[in-house]
């Protein structure tokens, strides 16, 4: 089958799930492998309207090349394109960039793209998938040809710049039985509930809101799909439309992240690395999206419960517990790569709580630049969890301190991000240890 690439863009209603969308209108007939990231550009010919956001598509098929056009137009109706005027706003854009190494120039098809050249919108994420594709027409390669656009008119959407700051996720968790007891489920309206919850994060400084449908205490029970998605969609779909911070799904199941990112969401944040769907790196290879691989050798029988403090691991053997980890974290990169996800899109968390004694996770802490040496950013989730509980003999409201001081040495051993419960408190201890730490990168 011919390999094919597809240029996406929308500049109305919600352009980022009117892109992640796009392969399931297409399917079953052109199968998605693969996306660039996402990129916000300016708008190109008409210049009195919002910004677009731009996607390559690399897909195979057997459909012909017309077929193929014709299946393009028909998707872009289904997903709500009307017409407007030459280059002006519209909900979706698909076009044919290339057709195998075929070369198509007919009044009505032209493949490749006629308009390719010095529109950075289409060469900026084209070279993320083929930079070396050598263009049958004018007979450089994409990347050389898009080195001679303005990049300045194009950059990654919601990109966050590692290492001159330390980013903080607010953790919004649409459950029950969260063991810090702020699942938002006893609420009457928890919805509401999330949403107001996730706008004071922001507010209060957060840079990205991780919802979560499911606890992954020690002990918790699984929910299903449905009742997964039941929880987190509206929330995802509402901050989708009205905030400008990253938004988060926590989640290992592949369907649940699928739908997630079709609703919106930037990133997944997997805490079985992968491992946990042997669907989910398909879906992170075929949007394009972030992804955290964490860490995990969570077993219930090894869960000690206790009343006061919550859940920990006993027992849990590690013979060389960095060496361990960080192999098993690039374990879930290999799963990633061979998949398709692009090494930039991915992010490690080394598991705090996840399957590791209390003193195991005292020393990930400590030698968290371990884990930052292996060339990725990483996130830290020590928020209120058990160990600290432990360590201080405090419950899980009671551990604002705990936390703080695990942020501090987390980001003196180089953390970028810091997944917290307590956004406000927390963003201040970050900026101050970055004015401390950062001073150069300032």
């Not at 690395?273 to 219930?300: C, E, F, I, Q, Y």
């Not at 009343?307 to 590690?318: I, K, L, T």
Request: with cysteine; proline share 5%.
């Amino acid at each position: 089958m011919p390999k094919i690439y597809l240029a996406t863009g929308s500049n109305l209603t919600n352009r980022l799930a009117n892109l992640r969308v796009v392969a399931g209108q297409l399917a079953p007939a052109v199968r998605v492998l693969r996306a660039s990231p996402v990129y916000e550009t300016s708008p190109w010919g008409y210049t009195d309207q919002h910004p677009f956001l731009n996607q390559v598509l690399e897909a195979e098929t057997e459909l012909d090349a017309r077929e193929l056009h014709a299946l393009t137009r028909l998707a872009e109706q289904e997903i709500g394109r009307t017409p407007t005027f030459p280059n002006g706003p519209r909900v979706i854009d698909i076009d044919i960039l290339f057709y195998g190494d075929d070369v198509f120039d007919h009044s009505d098809l032209q493949i490749p793209h006629p308009r390719m050249r010095g529109r950075w919108f289409v060469l900026r994420p084209l070279a993320d998938l083929c930079p070396e594709r050598v263009h049958p027409v004018y007979g450089r390669t994409i990347q050389q040809l898009c080195d001679e656009t303005d990049s300045t008119l194009i950059w990654r959407h919601k990109n966050l710049a590692f290492g001159q700051k330390t980013h903080v996720m607010g953790i919004v968790n649409v459950t029950p039985d969260s063991f810090s007891g702020d699942g938002l489920l006893q609420y009457d309206d928890p919805i509401a509930a999330a949403l107001i919850q996730a706008r004071e994060f922001i507010a209060a400084g957060a840079d990205m809101i991780d919802i979560g449908g499911e606890s992954t205490r020690p002990g918790s029970q699984p929910v299903g799909e449905e009742e997964e998605l039941e929880r987190i969609l509206p929330v995802v779909r509402e901050l989708a439309a009205s905030v400008n911070a990253i938004i988060s799904v926590d989640t290992y199941k592949a369907r649940v992240a699928e739908a997630a990112l079709c609703a919106g969401a930037d990133w997944v944040n997997d805490v079985w690395g992968l491992r946990g769907d042997d669907a989910m790196p398909g879906v992170l290879a075929r949007s394009g999206a972030t992804a955290v691989l964490m860490h995990n050798r969570s077993k219930p029988n090894q869960a000690v419960l206790h009343a006061r403090f919550g859940g920990r691991y006993e027992g849990v053997q590690y013979q060389d517990l960095l060496g361990e980890v960080k192999a098993e974290l690039l374990h879930s990169v290999d799963l990633a790569q061979a998949a398709g996800v692009l090494r930039d899109s991915l992010i490690l968390d080394p598991g705090i709580g996840f399957g590791k004694t209390v003193e195991q996770n005292l020393e990930l802490i400590n030698r968290l630049d371990e884990i930052r040496a292996l060339g990725f950013p990483v996130l830290l989730g020590a928020s209120r969890k058990s160990f600290i509980g432990y360590t201080l003999n405090l419950p899980p409201s009671e551990r604002l301190e705990g936390t703080a001081a695990a942020a501090t040495v987390g980001i003196l051993r180089g953390a970028d991000i810091l997944r917290v419960h307590d956004v406000a408190f927390i963003s201040r201890v970050a900026r101050m240890t970055d004015a401390i730490v950062r001073r150069a990168a300032r």
